[in-house]
């Protein structure tokens, strides 16, 4: 699976929309990008996903480049809740190998 | 559905003493898997399991043993407990594995403190 890399920590102010950038410049035609993250001493939890189209869903949207080299998970209005590690992670589709949680970024929500 | 259950919350261990994390799922999950988490680390695989019956090992599979008998609880042995084996240990269950993107989303339990004397 390509590797990731990902800025070790962000800040945001409350209300305003949080762009996390991650850099996949290896990565190949059928690998997905997947985003978690982890509120401080709970288990990750599954933001979104894409393959080469955006994406939105109720927490989040996913940008991806045209060449598919990088990507941006965006939090539209940021809360205090949203403080949190963010985990990029590519995965091929259909492989049995596993998610590879790199350090994530550190995003931190400030009133 | 109570998702992805963990016990116990919090383990305190001698060196050398044995014991068994509980994890189950009652969502009906194929896939299931335990990873652990040091301080300022991310999050590494231990053992998964993609069926009843079907386990493998993960990237720091060594002191650790694993086993399938049902579909809802893939439990994590610890054999001889030692001090590098203080982390968080996480439970996570998928619907699929080697399928397509969503229903490779992983739900994960709230974990387990182990502090190993």
């Known amino acids: 699976d390509a590797k990731t890399t990902q800025p070790t920590s962000m800040d945001c102010a409350e209300g305003r929309a949080a762009n996390l950038p991650c850099n996949h410049s290896?990565?190949?035609?059928?690998?997905?990008v997947y985003w978690y993250r982890q509120i401080h001493s709970q288990g990750p939890q599954y933001i979104i996903h894409g393959l080469k189209n955006n994406e939105t869903n109720e927490m989040a949207s996913l940008i991806i480049t045209e060449d598919r080299k990088s990507s941006t998970l965006i939090l539209p209005h940021a809360t205090l809740r949203d403080t949190a590690v963010y985990y990029c992670?590519?995965?091929?589709?259909?492989?049995?190998?596993?998610?590879?949680f790199g350090k994530g970024t550190k995003l931190s929500v400030k009133p | 559905n109570a998702g992805v259950t963990q016990t116990p919350k919090f383990q305190v261990l001698k060196t050398g003493q044995s014991m068994t994390l509980q994890c189950a799922q009652d969502m009906n999950h194929e896939y299931m898997s335990w990873y652990r988490q040091d301080p300022g680390m991310g999050l590494r695989l231990i053992h998964y399991?993609?069926?009843?019956?079907?386990?493998d090992q993960g990237e720091v599979p060594n002191g650790y043993n694993v086993s399938r008998s049902t579909t809802e609880d893939f439990p994590l042995r610890l054999l001889s407990a030692a001090p590098s084996q203080t982390s968080v240990y996480f439970c996570a269950s998928s619907p699929r594995w080697g399928t397509s993107g969503k229903e490779e989303t992983q739900y994960f339990g709230p974990g387990t403190r182990l502090l190993v004397l």
């Open positions: 399991s993609v069926g009843a019956g079907i386990t």
């Open positions: 290896t990565i190949s035609g059928n690998e997905y």
């Open positions: 992670i590519v995965r091929v589709r259909g492989s049995q190998g596993n998610l590879i």
